[in-house]
């Protein structure tokens, strides 16, 4: 089985989703991996640590899912491959759907475990925004699995891969859709990206008490999150908002602070791999989903963490 693994960048940087979908990708065959943006080759090269023998990169940024698809088709026929492994994320799900057609395969997204081949090409999806799984079976030759974040461990002790160029022949319908301009938050750690999230809720009482919230995720090197109530009521931006009607998280370590733990909060973080909860209230039920519980005062229990944490970097 040969492998191609779509991965994507942010900001010059390969995004570390990609390189878990490479060591994904490396425990089913030989992989080579497949830029389509703008990326420095060391950094390209780097990849080959996460389990890729070789990284193709697009000699032009294709960053339409029509082009970007149109691409990829052209690089599976190349390198022969027939399993193609992404990262879950919004790009590549657009991407995949529209690659699935090109390569006439079988795709399944929000993949959560390596394919069971024991009795035909069985994978574990995560369904209901993570409530409940299904194991589909995918019956045609090639494959796309969208992979969902902490699935695999990452490999971090390869060694650096070749990296080649490559020219996809791109016609005119690929390029209907033109990408002119992005806004992107710069200057923090994106919520979709982080490996750890330190998240507030109402308990905090008000958005004048968010700087110990953003000292402990500036000591954590994390991302800053907030439950639903909080952005509704402005206390924080809606960009922040995780939950089921906000972003979706599945970071290392998950600490919430102050939030009771609605149904609606815990579907968007019980991807997470650890939950850390603070909270006063002994029956709050996020302490049900937690891997460790703190029953005590935010306001005391917070400062002393950050301190201890600060003084053993």
């Not at 090639?142 to 990452?154: A, F, M, P, Q």
């Not at 330190?198 to 110990?212: F, Q, T």
């Not at 909860?277 to 029953?295: R, S």
Request: a negative charge.
């Amino acid at each position: 089985m040969s492998v191609l693994v779509y991965i994507e960048s942010s900001e010059g940087k390969i995004k570390n989703s990609s390189r878990e979908a490479v060591s994904y990708g490396s425990a089913l065959g030989p992989v080579v991996a497949v830029c389509l943006s703008e990326v420095d080759e060391n950094e390209l090269a780097s990849v080959g640590k996460n389990g890729a023998e070789k990284v193709l990169v697009s000699s032009s940024v294709l960053d339409s899912a029509e082009a970007a698809s149109a691409a990829l088709a052209q690089a599976v026929a190349s390198t022969g491959a027939d399993t193609v492994v992404m990262a879950k994320s919004s790009g590549s799900s657009a991407i995949g759907a529209r690659l699935s057609i090109k390569m006439d395969a079988s795709m399944a997204a929000n993949v959560v475990a390596l394919p069971d081949t024991g009795n035909g090409y069985n994978v574990r999806t995560s369904i209901f925004t993570g409530n409940a799984f299904a194991n589909v079976e995918l019956k045609k030759a090639k494959k796309i699995l969208s992979v969902n974040k902490n699935t695999v461990e990452l490999k971090p002790d390869g060694v650096d891969a070749p990296v080649e160029k490559f020219t996809p022949e791109i016609s005119g319908a690929d390029m209907k859709v033109k990408i002119t301009g992005a806004d992107k938050a710069t200057g923090k750690i994106l919520l979709p990206e982080a490996d750890i999230v330190v998240s507030g809720g109402r308990g905090l009482k008000g958005p004048e008490n968010w700087g110990m919230i953003e000292e402990l995720a500036d000591a954590l090197g994390a991302a800053t999150g907030c439950s639903k109530p909080v952005s509704d009521m402005d206390w924080r931006p809606h960009s922040e908002h995780v939950g089921q009607t906000g972003i979706k998280v599945s970071p290392s370590l998950y600490i919430a602070i102050g939030i009771s733990g609605a149904i609606q909060h815990l579907a968007g973080v019980n991807s997470s791999k650890n939950i850390v909860v603070i909270n006063t209230d002994e029956e709050a039920p996020f302490f049900k989903a937690a891997t460790y519980g703190i029953i005590g005062d935010a306001f005391e229990v917070v400062p002393k963490l950050t301190e201890a944490i600060k003084a053993i970097q």
